[in-house]
């Protein structure tokens, strides 16, 4: 099986793995324990959560603090359901963000909901309408769909000069694009940079007060619940690859991509900005395809109809939607995600056979 959905989750980094492996077996005396005792055991694994917590941090900006989570899912309620004042955000965003604000807004709090250009991008400068004080703007990095890269920097600027806090979901992008340091919050999750699902955090600058989303022990000040030492060494070891590793990823991604691009036919039209993006992500459209039969003529290879979060919905993706797709134009495209453990051979014969299967529909219907 050809795995191409690195955007739905990456594969767990063997490193990873080793390191989550000492806090699950049962013959080690200290592996259960609680890193919020105060015994000794309690401490040793403590101590493990905060060597993770370094390594996550270190991609982080400077200036605030990390709290773990379950994931960018919970982090990302957390940012929206802890903030005030109206919630301004983009038409493209994870379900997570707009499902949350959707939830808000039912709660009669103010929502505004920003346009993107046929690119996929949001024009920084666009002027949310609404009533009241903009408390919260909320941007993606890299579209977890498209792979557009927002002008996060000046969405910042933006919403600091009205006296908003920025909420940069760093999901798709963390340890492969650059974080503005000037953001206020960040969610990040393990399971999309070869760590394990389960965990995630959300970084948040120093002297910024968020409501607790989840009440409790307060034992991360702020949100309540046991962390794992397992899932945090999981999620800092790969964390640290993503440092160790980033400059060779790059080049990686790169020669991937140029390999796709040649290899796929000239029919086929790229989603979104073909500039402003992370070439980890080819979402791309061919008039007429029919991506249910693609996908079952190529069961052994895992690529992506749209997200993975959406998927089963049965309706086309709000993100092709809202660069301007017809719904025709929307089921007549895929997602190639790919990356460190991608095989340029691979990747290749892949996209070879996807090309050829939907070239091979276009005879049929003709």
């Known amino acids: 099986m050809t795995y191409l959905d690195y955007q739905a989750t990456t594969p767990l980094a063997p490193e990873a793995l080793d390191a989550m492996l000492p806090w699950l077996r049962a013959d080690q005396p200290w592996s259960h324990a609680n890193p919020h005792s105060a015994h000794r055991e309690g401490r040793r694994a403590k101590a493990a959560v905060e060597v993770a917590r370094e390594q996550v941090a270190a991609l982080l900006p400077p200036g605030g603090r990390l709290v ?18 109206r919630v301004v955000t983009v038409a493209t965003e994870h379900a997570a963000v707009l499902d949350t604000v959707a939830s808000e807004a039912r709660r009669g709090r103010a929502v505004s909901i920003l346009p993107v250009g046929s690119n996929g991008l949001v024009d920084h400068r666009h002027q949310a309408d609404g009533e009241g004080r903009t408390g919260l703007v909320a941007a993606m990095l890299v579209n977890n769909e498209i792979g557009v890269v927002q002008p996060v920097a000046a969405l910042a600027e933006a919403a600091h000069g009205v006296g908003a806090l920025f909420l940069c979901d760093a999901v798709q992008g963390y340890g492969r694009v650059p974080i503005p340091p000037t953001v206020d919050l960040v969610a990040v999750s393990a399971h999309k940079i070869f760590g394990p699902k389960g965990v995630g955090v959300l970084w948040i600058r120093h002297g910024v007060a968020l409501e607790p989303l989840v009440h409790g022990g307060d034992q991360e000040g702020g949100r309540s619940g046991t962390l794992s030492p397992a899932l945090c060494a999981g999620f800092g070891a790969a964390a640290g690859l993503m440092a160790a590793q980033a ?16 290899t796929l036919g000239p029919d086929w039209i790229v989603n979104g900005s073909d500039e402003q993006r992370y070439h980890g992500n080819l979402n791309v459209r061919l008039p007429g395809l029919d991506v249910a039969r693609l996908m079952s003529d190529l069961r052994d290879l895992a690529f992506s109809a749209g997200s993975a979060c959406a998927s089963g919905s049965g309706r086309p993706s709000h993100v092709l939607r809202a660069i301007g797709l017809t719904d025709a134009e929307a089921r007549s495209s895929i997602r190639l995600g790919f990356g460190r453990y991608t095989t340029q051979y691979e990747l290749v014969e892949a996209i070879g056979r996807i090309d050829a299967a939907a070239r091979a529909q276009r005879r049929v219907a003709a």
């Open 68 to 85: 773990f989570t379950s994931g960018a899912t919970e982090a990302l309620n957390w940012a929206i359901k802890g903030s005030t004042g």
């Open 247 to 262: 400059d060779s990823d790059a080049v990686h991604v790169e020669r991937l991509w140029r390999s796709a691009r040649d």
